[in-house]
């Protein structure tokens, strides 16, 4: 899991709106296992973060809009 500075580093580096319907209502998406969810409930609430799912590829996105749904962006190992 992120911690709370990484979480930081990673906001700042947020895109400021979607692509495709220019909200701004972005969230990262966590791929794989968390193995606290109770350490980012907060940001799952908030939709800060959503959840990607357990399959990992060489082609997942990092930023979902929350608005259209619209995924972009390359994964960080």
Request: overall charge negative; glycine content about 6%; proline content about 5%.
């Amino acid at each position: 899991m992120l911690e709370s500075f990484e979480r930081g580093i990673i906001w700042k580096l947020k895109p400021k709106h979607c692509p495709e319907c220019n909200n701004t209502w972005i969230a990262e998406i966590l791929w794989g296992y968390p193995s606290n969810v109770e350490s980012i409930e907060n940001e799952l609430e908030q939709k800060e973060i959503v959840l990607g799912g357990c399959l990992i590829t060489n082609n997942d996105p990092k930023w979902e809009c929350n608005s259209c749904h619209h995924k972009w962006g390359e994964r960080e190992e």
